[in-house]
């Protein structure tokens, strides 16, 4: 019931290009959908988050499409830069009772010049 | 401070020995998490406060592990009897709210080396 899904494991995208990265999750109480980005030997930074009353967010390039009824949510980088090469970590938590997030395993994207 | 500032960053100990990991939140912040993070995985929530009272402990692996933050500031994580499978990036962060939805801050973490 806590689990996040998250795929793939790694990404490689030219400059550019367009970045996806899906996340899955079980619990229907789930009310909260960030987004970290982590650099090497960095801890994880809120990039972008959403909630489930909207489907979709935008900031500059990065976008959370959110699907509801099949329980999905993807972040979409567009334009990708070399300086967005990082590991991307997609994370959900409850309203109610344990409030940390649940997060997935990561992808790693690197996006060549 | 800052940002959350976690103490010591390098940390290699003897199989056996007691280990206390130091979080030192942002100044202000409710909520103080404590994740472990393995090479290439996501962290893994191991408990977390709001003030001073410990709100969840279900993500400790056992009764070796155990946090407090006694004055609702300073955190400390405590490993007793430290075993090689303890070996791990342990990550403090804090928020300035208790409601889901508030940005979580993650500290740089403390890297544990059980030899």
């Known amino acids: 019931q806590q689990q996040v899904k998250q795929s793939p494991q790694s990404l490689i995208v030219q400059k550019g290009g367009i970045s996806i990265i899906n996340c899955a999750y079980e619990n229907t109480a789930f009310d909260y959908f960030p987004w970290y980005q982590q650099f090497p030997g960095k801890g994880p930074a809120l990039l972008i988050a959403?909630?489930?009353?909207?489907s979709e967010k935008k900031e500059g390039r990065f976008t959370i499409s959110f699907n509801k009824s099949a329980k999905q949510f993807s972040l979409h980088i567009m334009d990708s830069q070399p300086g967005d090469s990082a590991t991307y970590f997609c994370a959900a938590s409850l309203d109610t009772g344990r409030r940390a997030l649940t997060f997935g395993s990561g992808t790693r994207l690197q996006v060549q010049p | 401070g800052a940002g959350v500032s976690q103490s010591p960053r390098y940390k290699v100990t003897k199989r056996g020995q007691d280990v206390a990991l130091r979080c030192d939140p942002i100044?202000?912040?409710?909520?103080l998490y404590w994740y472990r993070q393995a090479l290439g995985q996501g962290p893994e929530f191991l408990t977390y406060?709001?003030?001073?009272?410990?709100?969840?402990k279900s993500g400790l692996p056992n009764d070796r592990f155990s946090a407090e933050r006694p004055e609702g500031s300073i955190s400390t994580l405590t490993i007793q009897r430290t075993e090689q499978r303890d070996s791990a990036m342990y990550r403090c962060?804090?928020?300035?709210?208790?409601?889901?939805?508030?940005?979580?801050?993650f500290g740089e973490g403390s890297w544990l080396t059980v030899v």
């Open positions: 100044s202000g912040h409710v909520s």
């Open positions: 406060f709001n003030y001073e009272a410990q709100q969840d």
């Open positions: 962060a804090s928020s300035l709210r208790t409601d889901s939805g508030n940005t979580i801050y």
């Open positions: 959403i909630r489930p009353d909207v």
